[in-house]
C-alpha cells in the first residue's frame, strides 16, 4: 500500500479510515486497563470516535480543489489538542503514537480544522526515536467546500542540548500530502526546536518553540513550492500527574497562502498530553 502511493497511486481514503479507526480505537481501549486513566481513556475513545465517524461522512469523489486564497490578513483562533506517546510497555523500543487536533477559526467561533493522526515508533537510542504514521486532515474554508487531506509522515524527535538552565530538544518531520480527484502528491519538510524549562519543584515549566514548514514541491491542487508557514509558541507547561500534563499558551502563525499577502493569525494554545 505504501509502495503504490509513493509511485503516485494512493490507497483509498475510505479504506485507509476504517483500518486505522480499528486499530486506534483497539489502541485506546488497551490503554484503559491501566486502571489510574480508566476516566482519560474513556474520552480519548470518545474523541477518536467522532473524529473516525466525522471523517468518514465526508464525500470521497471530489474533484481535487485548489488551496483557498486567503480572505484576511489576521485572525484570532483558538487550537485544542490531545496527544498520547510512549512505549507500548516498559523498556520497549516499540513506540505508540496519536494525536487529534481541533482548531476553532474566525476569534475561535467557528470549527476551521481537525486532524486524526496515529502512528509508530521506535526508540532507536536514549534520546532519539524515529516515527512513522498516517493523518486524516479535514480543512474548513470560511468560501468553499470542506477539503480532505490524507498524509503520510515520517520523523525523528531528539534531544539536543542544554540552554540557560532548560532542555532544547527538535522534531523533524517529512509530510506526503495528497487530496482527492486529480491533486499530485505535496512534499513538505518540517522543522520544530523546543525549549523546556522546569520552574520551582518542576510541576511548572516554561516552554518556548518554533516550527518552520517547507513546502517541497508545487504540487497542483494541494501547495505552491517554498515557504508554507511558521509557528511560535510562547506558554508553560502544568504537571497533573507523572504521566499528564497539560501545555496553554500563544502561538503565532504565519501563513504563505496563494496570492501576494501573508496572513498572521495569532491563537491560544491548548493541549492535554499523556506519555505511556
Known amino acids: 500500500m505504501l509502495t503504490g ?22 489502541f485506546l481501549r488497551g ?5 489510574s486513566m480508566i476516566r482519560t481513556c474513556i474520552s480519548l475513545m470518545l474523541l477518536a470516535t467522532a473524529a473516525f465517524n466525522h471523517h468518514a461522512a465526508v464525500a470521497q469523489d471530489q474533484p481535487a480543489p485548489e488551496p483557498p486564497r486567503a480572505i484576511q490578513d489576521s485572525d484570532r483562533q483558538g487550537w485544542t489538542a490531545i496527544s498520547v506517546a510512549g512505549p507500548v510497555e516498559k523498556d520497549s523500543k516499540l513506540l505508540l503514537w496519536f494525536d487529534g487536533h481541533a482548531r476553532f477559526r474566525d476569534d475561535a467561533s467557528d470549527l476551521g480544522v481537525t486532524i486524526f493522526r496515529p502512528g509508530l515508533g521506535w526508540r532507536v537510542a536514549d534520546g532519539l526515536d524515529l516515527w512513522m504514521g498516517y493523518a486524516d486532515v479535514i480543512a474548513r ?26 532542555q532544547v530538544g527538535g522534531r523533524t518531520r517529512l509530510e506526503q500530502r495528497f487530496r482527492g480527484g486529480d491533486s499530485e502528491t505535496g512534499w513538505r519538510f518540517r522543522q520544530q526546536i523546543r525549549w523546556a524549562k522546569p520552574i520551582g519543584n518542576g510541576d511548572v ?72
Request: aromatic residues 12%; negative net charge.
Open 31 to 35: 490503554l484503559c486497563t491501566k486502571g
Open 141 to 166: 474554508p470560511e468560501l468553499g467546500d470542506d477539503i480532505e487531506e490524507q498524509r503520510f509522515w515520517q520523523q525523528a524527535t531528539y534531544r539536543i542540548t542544554e540552554i540557560a538552565g532548560g
Open 205 to 276: 515549566s516554561l516552554i518556548v518553540w518554533d516550527e518552520l514548514f517547507f513546502n517541497l514541491n508545487d504540487a497542483t491542487g494541494v501547495h505552491q513550492g517554498g515557504f508554507d508557514q511558521n509557528r511560535l509558541f510562547v506558554g508553560g507547561a502544568f504537571r497533573l500527574s507523572d504521566s499528564a500534563r497539560i501545555e496553554a499558551g500563544y502561538l503565532n502563525n504565519i501563513l504563505n497562502p496563494p496570492g501576494p499577502d501573508n496572513q498572521v493569525n495569532h491563537n491560544v494554545s491548548i493541549g492535554l498530553f499523556f506519555a505511556l
Open 5 to 26: 502511493h509513493f509511485f503516485g497511486m494512493p490507497p483509498k481514503p475510505e479504506t485507509m479510515r476504517l483500518r486505522l479507526g480499528v486499530f486506534t480505537l483497539d
